[in-house]
Antibody, heavy 117, light 111 residues
Framework: QVQLQESGPGLVKPSETLSLTCSVSGDSITSDYWSWIRQSPGKQLEWLGY???????NYNPSLKSRLSISVDTSKKQFSLNLTSVTAADTAVYYC???????????WGQGTRVTVSS | QSVLTQPPSVSAAPGQKVTISCSGSTSNIGKNFVSWYRQFPGTAPKLLIYDNKKRPPGIPDRFSGSKSGTSATLDITGIQTGDEADYYC????????????FGGGTKLTVL
């Protein structure tokens, strides 16, 4: 059974970098699309981007300048780095395994991140 | 404001049928497959329908999806109290700012 688990700080200061890691169990990370999605306090879902196992990435255009997603196959983890965060980046962040990049099959439980000084 | 438009809420009595709509445009629903997700409070969304009408293993046939033009619908028949949740549609948007987009979510209340 495939399981994803997010980890990272629950509180980040404005202008700093948010870094989250997703650990994958029960599946090879050398397949599929490994994505990040966040959900604002108002419950709106927002796709952040994905890393495809062949090495390609695709990011939400509104976040592209601040966002990077990478994969560490040896650790079976993928990571998100979001720079220069503001209060608008406060959300629950989910790591997700996607089929064909647009079908989000397996979700992590989510990790709540608050941006505040 | 969401790119895809869903009604904020719908309601139905147990045993009835409910339809949740998802309205988009020619650059998203009009060109690409639609998926649907269910989310219970405090938990992650779960895939219900993909490629407009396909169900992942384990999803009962009470849940069905369809698409016509720039709109999609999720039908739930034989409503159960356990169906009370938020439902979201999603699809790829092929505009110049290519992006995955979601609806704002619909809260299903079982009367």
């Amino acid at each position: 059974q495939v399981q994803l688990q997010e980890s990272g700080p629950g509180l980040v200061k404005p202008s700093e970098t948010l870094s989250l890691t997703c650990s994958v169990s029960g599946d090879s990370i050398t397949s599929d699309y490994w994505s990040w999605i966040r959900q604002s306090p108002g419950k709106q879902l927002e796709w952040l981007g994905y890393f495809h196992y062949r090495g390609t990435t695709n990011y939400n255009p509104s976040l592209k300048s601040r966002l990077s997603i990478s994969v560490d196959t040896s650790k079976k983890q993928f990571s998100l780095n979001l720079t220069s965060v503001t209060a608008a980046d406060t959300a629950v962040y989910y790591c997700v395994r996607a089929r064909n990049f647009d079908v989000f099959e397996i979700w992590g439980q989510g990790t709540r991140v608050t941006v505040s000084s | 404001q969401s790119v895809l438009t869903q009604p904020p809420s719908v309601s139905a009595a147990p045993g009835q049928k409910v339809t949740i709509s998802c309205s988009g445009s020619t650059s998203n629903i009009g060109k690409n497959f639609v998926s649907w997700y269910r989310q219970f409070p405090g938990t992650a969304p779960k895939l219900l329908i993909y490629d407009n009408k396909k169900r992942p293993p384990g999803i009962p046939d009470r849940f069905s999806g369809s698409k016509s033009g720039t709109s999609a619908t999720l039908d739930i028949t034989g409503i159960q109290t356990g169906d009370e949740a938020d439902y979201y549609c999603g699809t790829w948007d092929s505009s110049l700012t290519a992006n995955m987009v979601f609806g704002g979510g619909t809260k299903l209340t079982v009367l």
